[in-house]
């Protein structure tokens, strides 16, 4: 009778024990993806021109290849991820898809939307809010928020970035060329600052147009914006790129091109040799049948942070995870990166490519700072223009 | 031997004995031969050192991208996995000459051998996978699915286990070679790389790149038991990037290159310290020691080069430039 007792007590103790385990199994990890409806730069025609900068596609790519390569280790502490993507049309309709999501149970949002439309999202929810496509610095300065994470490097950063190769370089008279959107003109004064930063010397500034107007034919003309000055390089912003794509080799000057065409700095390049990159170069190529592009390896790496934090403590503590002084992310970079607590921007390395191979990396070597070399690259501690604490 | 040549063609007369003869004498050179080789990664070629004078004596042509190299059938060949060719290697360590390719799974990193010499385990980086080949005939018998991007293998002292490490997955798979499954995941620190058997066999090393750390696994109870943290004067923390493994001849110390932290760190066993460190090339990511333990040679993967260090004089001695992207050494001495 006392065994009787005993087995069944045993068959009930198994029971539910199992029982835990079923449910200890379902335990799901919803990430939340908010994307602009209608993208222009996701046309296939746009798409097929493969700007570096721009994006290769749908920003769920690189999502998908964080989960799969992630599958090991999320069924070893039995967490189901799960994506509910969704696309946004306006500023308030970013904002009601990131409380709707939240709602859902979203653990965390990653997002790909304009600056304003990051901002409402960012405002409507206590989740972590991950940017993994935009890279304007007010994000990261005064529109900066207590929950607004960004993989994607900043403005700043890929200026600092060249403007730090240029030293090395010593190329240091750099002509500049702009473009006729208020973007490009935004991006330009952010050139100008790295370059002021860094000791380069702006030569002369230039503006340029590609225009229906044939009066103003010369405005698009290189040879004529490149001449009657010497300089070692020519930086030219192009946020829509087509102008600078076909800007290397027509100079005035034998002197390269670097900036939106010639030489860029990326966040990623797909055939970068080093640090175990080629594998994540082929797993994405393999998964998503396209080349990774830089806003891919940011999207990529948002799920890694949020996968990663979840896999050390609960959901609802992502966020004081991620923003633990000890949470370090592997982004194949050869560098262990981290959300910098003042604007909450990854420190990374970026990638020096002209669109073909990975020429360098920085920040350069010898480029020194008293903490982290990386925070060379964007807006650093002391500067104070994040006012959002963490 | 040399001198004995002349004496077996004088008194044989014999085609076929002077052939015999001559892979006699080859067969006795490869013992101790004292070269040492270094695999580079670009060059789809070995360096080879001469372990006693320091100079570059030759290159040899291998399969593409080669990597991972071990001695084997009494260190008179050596095995040499090969990412971009999927293949093996086998060269004799005597003439430089390859004398096999086996097929070698999918994209091979690093490999290990059953106690037999029979069965390879390798760590196909592509596909997550520990690949079971047949060495004889190459062909792949198991394929066990571990963490993202298999790095380190290590088969146990009794064969009856291979450990593998993940640097997506920061885990440590215990896996059983004949059933094929993984016994046990141990989580440890961050891109683990290679492995060493320390404390006899009880302790099993990992290092862990983007963790700068070792982490030291039980092998009785198959968990971590401590984490070795390192800290270099001068060297920032997310420098110290630790890939490469050694275990003195006595067992008392390990040493571990700290990757782009450029230096090598001595690690008393015993007492887990750090008692020495020496600066070598840009990262120094694989450590080999002579047989003797007096010298070590590590490769430096930035600076294309091998730094030989003289371990009691704890002083790199001279670097001395290889192929490009050098990745592994082995010292035939």
């Known amino acids: 009778m006392t065994d009787r007792l005993r087995t069944s007590r045993r068959v009930a103790l198994g029971l539910l024990l199992s029982l835990t385990a079923a449910l200890a199994q379902a335990v799901p990890l919803l990430i939340g993806v908010i994307t602009r409806a209608d993208d222009d730069r996701l046309e296939p025609k746009r798409v ?343 | 031997m040399i001198d004995n040549i002349p004496l077996r063609r004088r008194y044989a007369g014999c085609v076929l004995l002077i052939a015999f003869g001559l892979a006699l004498a080859a067969t006795a050179h490869a013992k101790d031969s004292g070269k040492v080789f270094v695999s580079s990664e670009k060059d789809n070629a070995l360096t080879v050192i001469d372990a006693k004078t320091m100079v570059v004596t030759g290159v040899i042509k291998t399969c593409k991208r080669p990597r991972h190299m071990k001695l084997i059938e009494g260190n008179t060949k050596l095995m040499v996995a090969c990412g971009d060719s999927n293949k093996a290697d086998i060269i004799d360590v005597a003439s430089g000459k390859s004398v096999a390719r086996i097929a070698f799974g999918d994209d091979p990193e690093v490999f290990d051998l059953s106690l037999d010499g029979k069965t390879a385990y390798l760590s196909a980086e592509d596909e997550g996978a520990l690949t079971i080949v047949d060495v004889a005939t190459g062909k792949s018998l198991k394929s066990v699915p571990v963490g993202k991007e298999p790095e380190g293998v290590l088969t146990s002292p009794d064969g009856k286990r291979v450990y593998v490490t993940s640097e997506v997955a920061n885990m440590i798979h215990v896996v059983d070679p004949v059933a094929g499954t993984v016994i046990k995941n141990i989580a440890v620190g961050k891109r683990p790389r290679r492995m060493i058997l320390a404390a006899d066999g009880a302790e099993l090393w990992v290092t862990n790149e983007l963790g700068s750390s070792v982490s030291i696994v039980s092998t009785k109870d198959l968990n971590v038991i401590e984490t070795i943290k390192f800290e270099i004067k001068g060297m920032r923390a997310d420098d110290i990037s630790p890939v490469g493994i050694a275990l003195a001849p006595d067992g008392k110390t390990a040493f571990v290159g700290l990757g782009r932290a450029n230096h090598v760190a001595w690690v008393d066993v015993a007492s887990r310290k750090v008692t020495n460190t020496v600066l070598v090339g840009k990262r120094a990511w694989y450590v080999a020691l002579t047989r003797d333990g007096s010298r070590m040679f590590v490769a430096n993967g930035l600076s294309d080069d091998v730094t030989v260090v003289d371990v009691a004089a704890v002083k790199a001695l001279k670097s001395i430039p290889v192929g490009r992207v050098p990745y592994g050494v082995v010292i035939d001495d």
Not at chain 1, 55 to 65: A, E, F, H, T
Not at chain 1, 306 to 330: C, E, H, R, S, V
Not at chain 1, 378 to 385: F, V, W
């Open chain 1, 48 to 390: 097929e021109l493969a700007y570096l900068g721009q994006p290769g596609g749908p920003l769920r790519s690189g999502i998908d290849v964080a989960i799969g390569e992630s599958q090991f280790e999320l069924d070893a502490a039995k967490l189901q991820v799960k994506v509910e993507a969704v696309e946004a049309t306006s500023a308030d309709d970013a904002k009601a898809q990131a409380a709707r999501l939240e709602k859902a149970g979203a653990a965390a949002l990653v997002t790909d939307l304009p600056t304003a439309w990051t901002q409402a999202a960012a405002a409507a929810t206590k989740l972590p809010l991950l940017n993994a496509g935009n890279a304007d610095n007010l994000l990261r300065e005064q529109g900066c928020r207590a929950n607004l994470f960004h993989t994607l490097p900043s403005e700043r950063m890929f200026s600092d970035a060249l403007a730090q190769t240029l030293t090395a370089r010593k190329w240091s008279r750099v002509l500049l060329l702009t473009g006729p959107e208020p973007e490009d003109i935004a991006r330009s004064a952010v050139v100008q600052a790295s370059i002021k930063r860094y000791g380069l010397k702006l030569v002369a500034q230039r503006p340029f147009k590609m225009s229906a107007d044939p009066r103003e034919r010369d405005l698009a003309n290189p040879l004529l914006l490149t001449g009657n000055t010497d300089y070692d390089a020519v930086w030219v912003v192009d946020t829509d790129g087509e102008f600078a794509r076909a800007l290397p080799y027509r100079t005035a000057l034998p002197r390269p091109v670097v900036g939106n065409g010639g030489l860029m700095a990326e966040a990623w390049a797909p055939r970068f040799e080093r640090f175990g990159a080629p594998q994540l170069a082929k797993r994405f190529q393999k998964a998503q049948q396209r080349p990774m592009t830089g806003i891919d390896w940011a999207a990529w790496q948002a799920a890694k942070a949020i996968i990663q934090a979840a896999l050390t403590a609960p959901p609802a503590k992502l966020m004081q995870t991620m923003n633990g002084a000890d949470f370090t992310l592997d982004g194949f970079k050869g560098s262990r990166l981290s959300f910098r607590p003042w604007d909450r921007q990854l420190r990374q390395p970026l990638l020096m490519t002209d669109g073909q191979g990975v020429i360098s990396l920085a920040p350069v070597d010898g480029i020194l700072h008293p903490k982290n070399v990386l925070d060379t690259l964007g807006a650093d501690a002391p500067e104070k223009l994040c006012k959002a604490a963490s």
